[in-house]
Every structure is written in C-alpha cells, then in structure tokens.
C-alpha cells in the first residue's frame, strides 16, 4: 500500500522561500508522476506542479511556474516541493500525489481526479 506523508509547511513571510517534503513508501517498481496539489481556504484543490519519473517531465501552473521547483531523489523515496517568492495567495494546505502512470499530458496531470494517492496535507501560510 502506498503512503505518502507531507511535512514542512509552516508559517512565513511574503518572499520567504519553503521546502516541501513528500515521504513516500510501499510503492512498486515503475513509472509514476508525482504531484502537488493545494487548497486554499474556502477553494477547490488545485494543481501546482507535477512530475513524470518516465522522462523526467515537469508541468507548473501558471500561477507558480518560475517560482517553484518539483524535484525526486533518485530512490524515489521523496519528492520535494521548492517553493521561492512566496505571496499571500499561495497560502493553502499542500497535499503530494501519486499515480501509476509512465505519461499524462499536462491536461490529465492536473486532474485531481487522476491521482490514486494520496497524502495528508501539510499547511502553508503566507502573511503579508
């Protein structure tokens, strides 16, 4: 059974920079894409970025792009979220996930609805 654990949210200031951690165990052998998703108070959970173990393919929202950085190690045991030039609006709960899947186009990796895994969420709030 997989199981993701997030850490390292916490509170910080606009343009503060945090490093997201996504503790991953029990996965099989295989192709994955790996994501993060938040949600904001009172919104939908949304796509943020995501990656293709396959071919080391990254996607970002538009929202984010050139200010966070999705990364692996090379055991696949974490997947980490860089997050630089924080703002306000990027405050929400920050939930990692996976699929089995060696390919999605940018159209079905930012699907909630793909994504078979899941983790618990870890907090993230920007102040001003």
């Known amino acids: 059974q997989v199981q993701l654990v997030e850490s390292g949210g916490g509170l910080v200031q606009a343009g503060d920079s945090l490093r997201l951690s996504c503790a991953v165990s029990g996965r099989t052998f295989g192709n994955y894409v790996e994501a993060w998703f938040r949600q904001g108070p009172g919104k939908e959970r949304e796509f943020v970025a995501a990656f293709m173990t396959n071919n080391d393919l990254t996607y970002y929202a538009d929202s984010v792009k050139g200010r966070f950085t999705i990364s692996r190690d090379n055991a696949g045991n974490s997947v980490y979220l860089q997050m630089n030039s924080l703002k306000p609006e990027d405050t929400a709960v920050y939930y990692c996930?996976?699929?089995?899947?060696?390919?999605?186009?940018?159209?079905?990796?930012?699907?909630?609805?793909?994504?078979?895994?899941w983790g618990q969420g870890t907090q993230v709030t920007v102040s001003s």
């Open positions: 996930a996976l699929d089995r899947a060696g390919f999605m186009s940018f159209a079905f990796a930012s699907r909630k609805e793909e994504y078979e895994y």
